[in-house]
């Protein structure tokens, strides 16, 4: 599975900004999507998760009423829209793809697409 991902740019605090990730998967809606975002010197961190039909989507405390995640399984396609940003969003985005899950440690999920920088200013 090759991941794609694309959206990332300059936006102010308070501003949003929506990611894109396509995956080349033929059977895209039975892979769980996430996306983890990793800040300069630290770890990657879990973002959102959502599994491949009508299942829950799973969200991080620090971005929850935030940011959502949603699907679009006809384009193999995954969003993330990110609303009221602050400074500490800024990161490399990665979309990442699993047979199995959702899980929220980044090391469970075998598929990453190349990142994608959000920078916040405030």
């Known amino acids: 599975v090759q991941l794609q991902a694309s959206g990332g740019g300059l936006v102010q605090a308070g501003g949003s900004l929506m990611l894109s990730c396509t995956a080349s998967?033929?059977?895209?809606?039975?892979?769980?999507m996430a996306w983890f975002r990793q800040a300069p010197g630290k770890a990657r961190m879990f973002v959102a998760a959502?599994?491949?039909?009508?299942?829950?989507?799973y969200y991080a405390e620090s971005v929850k009423g935030r940011f959502s995640m949603s699907r679009d399984n006809a384009s193999n396609t995954i969003y993330l829209q990110m609303n009221s940003l602050k400074s500490e969003d800024t990161a490399v985005y990665y979309c990442?793809?699993?047979?199995?899950?959702?899980?929220?440690?980044?090391?469970?999920?075998?598929?990453w697409g190349q990142g994608t920088l959000v920078t916040v200013s405030s």
């Open positions: 959502r599994g491949g039909r009508r299942d829950s989507t």
């Open positions: 990442a793809a699993d047979e199995d899950g959702p899980y929220s440690i980044a090391t469970m999920y075998r598929y």
């Open positions: 998967a033929r059977t895209f809606n039975s892979y769980v």
